[in-house]
């Protein structure tokens, strides 16, 4: 007989192991699967529901709770998007972000991975410093940026240049806050690039080597092609993240940002934290006005990306 | 390899470093109210421990020693089961409301003493044991904690017939003033403005009369505190631009948390100029408004409008008060001039913490490396903050400066103009301290509920609350007198602070209409000078230097929209 589970021919799996195989099995997927149930459809579904009510805390007398909405609350969220000043400098920020994250540190830290990779001069250094900010806790790292950009570095201007130098943290907040992202965006993406680039053949190297193919060449016809997958991956993860993307803003400025720094990543996340029950359907509608866009852009991009891109061959 | 282990090894020991957190801070100041020693206290298994959850921030926890020593006295015979007496088990914390809320429910705490929690929001998610009884039945000192209330507080912490709170502290913002300064410098106004330019040119001089308008003990209450403090906006201007011919910063405050303490100025500035009835408006939409600005002249004046009748439908009127108006020309005419403001380290937006700032205010006067500074935004409890990290201990022990020497003060706000000086002080508590029983005693320890009731009110008879503001130099936020000798034994701070209390008009900035509860988040006092482009006026103002007149239009503007 055939063994289905494990396709050995001619050997019969006794029932008990299959019985015991499949409890096994059960018990380590029961808990993930009750977190998904939970986490992922559960909360979801209670955004949807909670996007068309409205809550009144009922204390002159009125009812008390949920009540149904209708589309209000998504009228006022399409309202506020084209007219709230915080929401406007979201869509400006939140796409500035992006594209930082996905036009312009990829192609740094593909620069960066291919430096190290080729072990030139002083590569096993960069290696430790672009990572450390990501392994530091971001409390600390913040708080040292911040420190620096603010005090340490106006203090050494006004020492070398004698003309008095405020808070550049200040005066350059927007900019210092992109820096930063830049900063601590090399740290997980030098590491996967770097890992795709190791798994290349080394045979595929030496012929590209042999055929010329070095330096930039090598990069654009060799090495880019075979780490395009881990491209794509970050354009669509970059993609998905447009909403939710913070510019780490809440790390420096907590609840306290100006509106003009805002992004919608930060706007959710500060009105949630900041608001009460009542706040939360008109939230969930927006949540949910974002997923709707958010799923097809990526879904979309990551199918473009795949079809443009180079092949392996 | 063996280099990988060696640098694998020396980062290991890198990291060891962070354990060096683990014994916390150790401020210059001993720390007064040895509530270390409570919280680390071992539990005695033959009595009841009762979980105090507690807000450790500002105010600090001086005040618990006492209460416990008292209340487990009280109690020493209490049984449940065969437990006799309790002990009281504290548990300090500097996680705000906000950050609980949702830990709560499934929390070992009976008793949380909370700041930034939401009343509400704690109702809607049964998070609180109904204390109606608590609140209303007698208590030991012959008064019911409900009698404490104010009228504002009554209407609000009653829900639908039922209590669930208790407001704990008071937190009024403000700007503190350095009296030393003001006396070395010879910095108040005289009684006679023709010579030396209005100001005395001695102590013994008479002095103006001051924001009251009024000098003396008059019935009862002392009038001469603000006794040669500017009285209008000019006259304040004016004591500002002598201290900066002077060489004296008037003012400074924290580079992170300024911005925010402005609002509590600005909100002082227009509950002085429209009174405590006007500015109820702002949250009961009941009334009419009768400082509404129609427009604004060229030279910066209003022109009031028609008294117009405020309502839920049309409640962003108010947002048009004149008052509101003149607090924002206060707000751009400190930002018309750096000089006026420490802008070199208000500026440090990353950096400089409130505890920064009030070190560096109550060593101004004596560090010649620096100018003194006059006035420091902040709230009434920042002198506890800056104790604890050991500011007047550096006063001491550098500049040898006893704290008791030095003298602050709660400053009396200036009024608009001539016509407005007499109207009443209008100070704000910005209630948002709550002490409440957690809910889920009812499952975890039902036999603990009649204890915990017993000690809520024990901590709200008379005793407890004086006692609570001689230890702290802070106030509670209900309704109770100090001894002479309890006033006398306060820091002279917290002294000015009761003084002004004491003629002042109280206003708690709430109400329990559904228009306001449901959108209390934009609502609250805390937001009532956000608009569409700025969540701080200090940045507009100060920073981008936006006129008072554009904010003032969009602040209308805004509110009108989103209404």
Redesign the interface.
Known sequence: MINILNGRSGTKVPNARRRNELIFYTLMMIIPVIQVIIFYFVVNMNSILLSVKRFSYGTDGGLAGYTFAGLDNFKQCFYDLFNDFSLKSSFKNSLLAFGIQTLVMPWISMAFSYYIYKNRFGGKLFNIFLFLPSIISPLVITRIYAVILDDALPELITLVTGKVTLSIYNSHFFESLIFYYMLTSFGTSVLLYRGAMTAIDLSVMEAADLDGAVGIKGFIHVVFPLVYPTYVTFIVVGIASIFTNQLNLFSFATASAEKKYWTYGYFLYVKTATGGMSDYPYLAAMGLIFTMIAVPLTFTARKLLVKIGPSDH | MKKIKLIALALASILTLGFTACGGTTPADPDPSGSSEIVNESIDASKTQIWIDHYNGGVGSAWFAPLKERFEAAYADYRIGDKVGVQLKLSNHKDMG?QQINSVSSSDMDVFLSEGF?Y??G???DLFLDITDVVTSMNSDGKTIESKYNEEQRRYYN??GKYYGIPHYTIYTGLVYNITLFEDELLYLSANPSVNGGFITSLSDARSLGPDGKTGIIGGIDYSEDDGLPATYDEFFKVCDRMVANDIIPFTWS?IYG??YFHGLLNRLTANYEGKEQLMLNFTYNGTATNLVKSINADGSVVLDDPTTITVDNGYEIYRSAGRYYALKFLERIGSNQDYYD??NT??????SHTDAQTRYILSKYNRKSKPIAFLMDGAYWENEAYDVGAFSTLKTVYHVDRKDTKFGYMPLPRVDASHIGDPEVVLDNASSLAFINKNVEQRCPEKIEILKEFLKFANTDESLREYTVKTNNLKALDYDLTEEDVSSLAYFTQTLIKLKDKAEQVYPFD???KY?????ILNISATYVT?????AA?ALIDDKVSAKNYFNELVGYRR?KW
């Open positions: 906000s939401d509400y929001d109702i809607a998610k829900y639908n580079g911005k925010a802008y070199v500026s440090k937006t990353g950096s400089d329990n209409n559904s509860v449901d959108n209390r988040s569409d482009n700025y969540k701080f940045v929209t």
